[in-house]
C-alpha cells in the first residue's frame, strides 16, 4: 500500500486502507456509529463485521468542531474518517509502524503548535460532576439550579448523552438512599 512519509515514519492513508478492504474483504462491512454528539465535540465507532454480521474490528475517534483547520467545516466527516482507519488498522491493515492514520498525525502536529485556551475547563469525569452535584445539592440548591450551572461552565455537556446519563445516575443515587417507609395495616 502507497505510504506517506511523516517526521521520518511511514503512515498509510485511510483512503489507501480502504481501498485495499474493499478489494480483499468484499463480503465484510465497515459500520458507523455515532456514539455522542454535542454542539462541540463528536465520537464515532467504526466496527468491522464479517460475512456473519459477526464484529470483528473497530475503531473509535473524538473530533472538537474548529480544533483544526479541516474541523472547521469537517469535523463529523473527519471523526468517521479517523474511526475507519483505526478499526482497519486493527483488523491489521495498513498496521506497518502505526495503528495512528497520516490525519491523525497530522492534526497531533498541528495541535502541538496551538496554544490551550486557559479559559476553557476541562470537564471533570462522571464521578467528580456527580460529587459536585451532591455537594450543591445538600446546601439547599435545586438541582435544574445546579445543572444549568454545569451546563454554564461545561457548554459541552449541553443536551449530550453524558448529561442524561449523569442526571439519570444521581436521581438512582438518592432515590436509593430514601429511606423505605412501612405502612401498618
Excluded at 12 to 37: A, C, D, G, Q
Excluded at 67 to 90: D, P, Q
Aim: proline share 4%.
Amino acid at each position: 500500500m502507497k505510504t506517506i512519509n511523516i517526521k521520518g515514519k511511514e503512515y498509510v492513508e485511510v483512503n489507501e486502507r480502504l481501498k485495499y478492504f474493499r478489494e480483499n474483504y468484499p463480503k465484510h462491512s465497515l459500520v458507523s456509529e455515532v456514539v455522542e454528539k454535542t454542539e462541540s465535540t463528536i465520537l464515532i465507532l467504526a466496527t468491522i463485521k464479517d460475512d456473519n454480521d459477526r464484529p470483528i474490528a473497530t475503531g473509535i475517534a473524538e473530533e472538537v468542531k474548529g480544533s483544526t483547520f479541516i474541523n472547521k467545516t469537517s469535523y463529523v466527516e473527519n471523526c468517521e474518517t479517523s474511526a475507519w482507519g483505526r478499526a482497519l488498522a486493527n483488523f491489521g491493515i495498513g498496521l506497518d509502524t502505526s495503528v495512528a492514520s497520516a490525519n491523525e498525525v497530522e492534526n497531533a502536529i498541528a495541535n502541538q503548535n496551538t496554544k490551550p485556551n486557559p479559559a476553557k475547563k476541562e470537564t471533570p469525569s462522571d464521578a467528580d460532576l456527580l460529587m459536585r452535584i451532591a455537594g450543591h445539592h445538600q446546601k439547599g440548591k435545586s438541582l435544574e439550579e445546579i445543572y444549568n450551572n454545569m451546563i454554564n461552565t461545561y457548554p459541552e455537556l449541553k443536551g449530550s448523552m453524558r448529561l442524561t446519563k449523569i442526571k439519570k445516575d444521581y436521581d438512582e443515587k438518592i432515590n436509593s438512599n430514601k429511606p423505605s417507609r412501612k405502612t401498618k395495616k
